[in-house]
């Protein structure tokens, strides 16, 4: 991945996410896979 890339996601994630959930915090981590993950959300989601 190019430098900035995993910062770049991150800011993308949480400006759309944040739209709709106003406590949201986004963890972005590169790996050796390609693989998302969504953990922590509120009971009604």
């Known amino acids: 991945m ?7 996601l ?3 994630l949480t400006q759309h996410i ?3 959930y106003d406590d949201v915090e ?3 981590k ?3 896979n390609d693989s ?3 953990r ?3 009971d009604k989601d």
């Open 2 to 8: 190019p430098n900035g890339a995993v910062d770049a």
């Open 10 to 12: 991150k800011e993308e």
């Open 18 to 20: 944040g739209k709709r």
């Open 26 to 28: 986004m963890i972005v």
């Open 30 to 32: 590169a790996t050796s």
């Open 36 to 38: 998302f993950s969504v």
């Open 40 to 42: 922590h959300t509120a």
